[in-house]
């Protein structure tokens, strides 16, 4: 399971020059989400389909592990995406314990005829989809933030943009090469407008 998972995950919630994007808006963006990402999740995208109640939950724990990001970023400032609609930490931290543990996950060792073997981590009990998409997200999140990632974790501090990302080398400032070209023409912009 990639640790890294979680950063698209809390990436659903973007930035255009009208404001936030939310791209699991609807049980549609939910399902086209997790199709996307199905292989990650170890859920099965021709037999998914979301529902109202996964939306609002999944929705619920984004902004959880939403929360935790803008906290592992302190003393920088979280994304103002959602940072003053975010729920407190506490909860916040109890929501993803108690998502990530409420499916406990094994290793499985596949070996297709003729391929090298690798190994994959599946839920230990039956469970349905929205647990185990759920707990998945929410061993992401816990891999990210109790890993070393966490360290490199930055919220962009690009004008509009609401993404986290972790910082791969010592210089970088944004989450995109776009995210930097907006941040150093809005600069340009304000040193020569107050000129």
Known sequence: MSSLLALEFVSTIRANRSGPVD??????????WVGDHAPELGIDPAAFVATAEMREEVVALR???RALFARAVSPGPASAADAARLPAFEPSLDLVNATAAAV???????????????????????????????ATLASAAVDLLGGPHR???????????VLYFVREHPRQEWCSVACGNRARAARHYRQHKNA
Do not use: F, K, M, N
């Not at 791209?23 to 086209?32: M, N, S």
């Not at 290793?107 to 185990?132: I, N």
């Not at 930055?154 to 509009?160: E, G, I, Q, T, Y």
């Open 23 to 32: 791209a699991l808006e609807d049980v549609g963006g939910l399902t086209a």
């Open 151 to 161: 360290e490199q974790l930055r919220a962009c501090p690009a004008p509009r943009c």
């Open 104 to 134: 406990p996950v094994a290793p499985r060792l596949e070996w297709p005829q003729d391929e090298a073997p690798h190994a994959r981590t599946l839920p230990a009990l039956a469970a349905g989809d929205s647990a185990r998409l759920r």
């Open 63 to 65: 902004q959880a592990i």
